[in-house]
């Protein structure tokens, strides 16, 4: 398994932007299909994001599609989340997870691998 460490998680205005950094503290991420999860209070963890090793499968959640985009640079060894157009609903605590997934995947369950979480609270 991989340690993973988010960071970029803030306070932000509805209408605002936001870019969620995901690294490797211990291990690489090479290979591993990563995903972008959140969790807001009270709820059930919700996919959020997920790109291939490649980069040639990205999937997205429905309530973030055309508002969020993943991505990542091997040669840093980070994937980002960039969320623009940021509304109240999308307040979470945002983790980071990885997994030698060949087909990917938008369950948590798959997911070995996971960071502590970076809070994203979005006001009006």
């Known amino acids: 398994q991989v340690q993973l460490a988010e960071s970029g998680g803030r306070s932000v205005q509805a209408g605002g932007s936001l870019r969620l950094s995901c690294a490797a503290s211990r291990g690489t991420l090479r290979g591993y299909f990563t995903g972008w999860f959140r969790q807001a209070a009270g709820r059930e963890r919700e996919f959020v994001a997920g790109?291939?090793?490649?980069?040639?499968?990205?999937v997205y959640g429905e309530s973030v599609k055309g508002r969020f985009t993943i991505s990542r640079d091997n040669a840093k060894g980070t994937v980002a989340l960039q969320m623009n157009n940021l509304k109240p609903e999308d307040t979470a605590v945002y983790l980071c997870?990885?997994?030698?997934?060949?087909?990917?995947?938008?369950?948590?369950?798959?997911?070995?691998?996971w960071g502590q979480g970076t809070q994203v609270t979005v006001s009006l």
């Open positions: 790109i291939s090793w490649t980069g040639s499968r990205i």
């Open positions: 997870a990885a997994e030698f997934l060949p087909y990917g995947s938008r369950r948590s369950l798959d997911f070995g691998s």
